[in-house]
């Protein structure tokens, strides 16, 4: 009667599923699938269950985006989980499936195994995929498997310089990288919806703005006022810009004035409350931005772009306020030093071509070229030598999400031959090209990339020197939580430094970021490492972190605040004639509404910068696809959340109070990617 019983219940224990498996297909155009899927699932020690066909009749398993759940027995000795093993055949009319992930849920304990994949899963090739699939390459116990797919990867991302001199970037926009929801993306067709569904369209002509009240009229329809319309005339607005506004990563203290910037002291004393220009200067009252990569930029149509040098003076109540402005790099009696004590639209007229060469580097360097077009080649070079199994690949990935499309598509409409950069930037497309080669000799990883170093480099690090510069306090708050979160991650799996040493994708990535862009490499300088190689946790670290602050901290600042800069035309034009003035002669507000481009060109500038200000993908921190499921990392992001979280409450309760709040960097609003 005891053996029956023990048979019985040996005979239920076999019948009863001690596992059910979920299985989900990844959001991506043609990731469900109609071919046949099986599963086996693999424990600790060796053993594996039955091959179980992952197919329910009375349902279409396998959907895009959808979630599928089935049944698996093992025997009873059978451990924890570690391995699963999956296949497909080629039935079916669409028989290509990506797979975001596997869950193995233990139906007694509770217990849940996640297997991320987040692959295109080829037919009649058997995937192994390890617990957490985090390994570096020298654990991983499918090393072949995962050369293969890194061979394949390799094919599809490649490495092309397609303007000469210019930024290295993908040969082409391989398939995996393709907008998920493309119609909410295709900016042209969007900007037509927008004009189509307003009464600006009446307003598209070549027409000059007759006076400040008929630009302002624009605003009755659907485009809302942009702030800065009530302080665009105001020195301290002009101040705040630099601070604050969609470029503010030029302003340096100012140790000396230069030789070519010909302020004298009698020029500037009056507006120094009281000091000397040489007291000023040693108690570190004085800033300066020097635009001389500007100099002799050849743009479109012969347009002349100012390369302009501009001094600032930190005044009692700790605002920064404008007391020089020469619009060319070289003195001159046909170059004036612009003062405040101009007349009224002379002054004006010299901060409008101030703000104009301040926007073509703006779009050309800060926007274009150092996040878009840089992050571009770092995206590629990623994908080729780091494993999907990689955990820095894994902790990159969610801020590569549509980098590439968004490169691939937007830009290049946007920088056309006559396209929107030709039509409303006086720097013009090619123009633009050169000003991001020029800046690409200058950016290092170590110095620029590194937000704090950045500060460091320009002597505006000190909160005691520069106080009120949100951007700074904010950026280095954020760089920081990330630089933490990477740490957890980075330190968790390196361990030992000989695993950094040793770990062969690592150092190819590092080899192809900095090898000559004339060689086919990224071209990268100031990379972290030493002897050609990485070599400490912190080297690591600082390279990740460089890469998922540009893709959020660095884009979110430079392009969230275009229609805000951009969409009042005289705050921050894009584009202004030739005219610009030789001498402080008096001027009227008739020359100002002169310069400023026509009704067409207006509209079209205002409606862009809104549409490429609108928030793309998710919050930082909170991730489109979650690839890293290990505990350790679990914690990390949580941590990283909640340091976000506490950032987001220090700027709040900073702008509640503030005249000109700062929310660009409010962590809420940074998306994980450069999505637009």
Same mark, same amino acid.
């Given at each position: 009667?005891?053996?029956?019983? @023990? ?5 239920? %224990? ?90 193995? !849920? ?65 040969? /082409?926009?391989?398939?995996? #990288? ?139 109540? /700790? #605002? ?27 002054? %004006? ?17 800060? !926007?274009?070229?150092?996040? !878009? ?11 080729? *030598? ?81 106080? *009120? ?42 080899? #192809? ?34 890469? @998922? ?62 549409? %490429? ?5 998710? +919050? ?7 690839? %890293?499921?290990? +505990? ?10 909640? #340091? ?22 409010? +962590? ?9």
């Amino acid at each position: 009667m005891k053996r029956e019983i @023990i048979k019985a219940r040996e005979i239920r %224990l076999l019948n009863t599923p001690q596992f059910e498996v979920h299985v989900v297909t990844g959001d991506r155009r043609g990731a469900g699938t109609d071919a046949n899927v099986w599963l086996v699932i693999h424990d600790d020690l060796g053993r594996k269950s039955p091959s179980v066909k992952l197919n329910k009749w009375w349902r279409n398993d396998h959907e895009r985006d959808t979630e599928s759940v089935y049944e698996v027995t093992v025997s009873e000795r059978f451990g924890p989980v570690s391995q699963i093993e999956f296949w497909r055949d080629a039935v079916g009319f669409g028989d290509d499936w990506f797979v975001d992930r596997f869950e193995v !849920h233990n139906v007694s304990t509770k217990e849940v195994y996640y297997f991320p994949v987040h692959r295109w899963v080829a037919a009649d090739v058997h995937y192994f995929i390890n617990e957490y699939d985090c390994t570096l390459p020298r654990d991983d116990r499918n090393k072949e498997q995962r050369q293969a797919e890194l061979n394949r990867i390799r094919e599809e991302y490649q490495i092309k310089v397609h303007v000469p001199g210019g930024p290295a970037q993908s040969w /082409k926009l391989p398939q995996d #990288e393709m907008f998920k929801g493309d119609y909410k993306w295709d900016i042209m067709k969007t900007k037509g919806n927008l004009l189509l569904t307003t009464s600006l369209i009446n307003l598209v002509s070549k027409d000059k703005w007759k006076s400040l009240e008929d630009l302002k009229s624009i605003y009755k329809f659907s485009l809302e006022e942009p702030k800065c319309v009530k302080y665009w005339t105001e020195d301290k607005w002009f101040g705040l810009q630099r601070v604050q506004g969609a470029n503010p990563v030029l302003i340096s203290l100012c140790t000396e004035i230069p030789s070519k910037f010909g302020v004298e002291p009698e020029m500037v004393e009056p507006f120094l409350e009281g000091l000397t220009l040489e007291k000023a200067l040693s108690q570190k009252r004085l800033f300066i931005v020097d635009l001389e990569i500007l100099k002799d930029i050849s743009c479109r149509d012969a347009r002349l772009l100012t390369a302009p040098l501009a001094l600032f003076f930190l005044n009692d109540r /700790k #605002e920064l306020m404008p007391i020089a402005i020469q619009l060319f790099q070289d003195k001159g009696p046909d170059n004036p030093v612009f003062l405040p004590s101009d007349s009224k639209y002379t002054w %004006l007229l010299a901060k409008l071509y101030y703000n104009n060469a301040d926007a073509s580097y703006h779009q050309s360097c800060t !926007h274009l070229g150092f996040t !878009h077009l840089l992050m571009e080649g770092v995206v590629v070079c990623t994908h080729r *030598n780091l494993s999907l199994s990689h955990p820095l690949f894994k902790l990159m990935a969610p801020h590569f999400l549509y980098l590439l499309a968004i490169n691939g598509r937007e830009l290049g409409s946007l920088l056309s031959e006559n396209g929107w950069v030709d039509t409303t930037m006086t720097v013009g497309r090619c123009g633009m090209f050169e000003l991001v080669k020029r800046g690409f000799k200058k950016w290092q990883v170590d110095v620029n990339g590194i937000i704090p170093n950045d500060f460091k480099a320009r002597n505006v690090d000190d909160p005691t020197v520069l106080p *009120n510069y949100p951007y700074r306090d904010d950026s280095i708050a954020i760089y920081k939580a990330i630089h933490n979160y990477v740490t957890r991650v980075v330190q968790f799996y390196y361990d030992d430094p000989q695993k950094i040493i040793e770990d062969d994708e690592l150092q190819n990535w590092r080899a #192809e970021l900095v090898l000559s862009r004339d060689d086919g490499g990224i071209g990268l300088v100031g990379v972290p490492g030493q002897d050609v190689k990485f070599t400490t946790v912190e080297q690591v670290t600082d390279m990740v972190t460089v890469v @998922i602050a540009i893709c959020s901290i660095g884009h979110a600042a430079a392009n969230f605040l275009q229609y805000e800069e951009y969409g009042f035309p005289p705050n921050y034009p894009g584009i202004l004639p030739s005219e610009v003035p030789k001498d402080k002669g008096p001027h009227t507000l008739q020359d100002v509404l002169k310069v400023l481009p026509d009704k067409e060109t207006s509209l079209d500038i205002m409606v862009i910068t809104k549409l %490429l200000s609108r928030l793309g993908t998710k +919050p930082l921190g909170d991730f489109e696809v979650k690839y %890293l499921y290990h +505990p350790v990392c679990v914690k990390a992001a949580e941590k990283f959340r909640a #340091e976000l979280k506490d950032i987001t409450a220090n700027i709040q309760a900073r702008n509640e109070s503030a005249e000109f709040p700062y929310p660009w960097l409010d +962590p809420r609003i940074i998306p994980n990617s450069i999505s637009i």
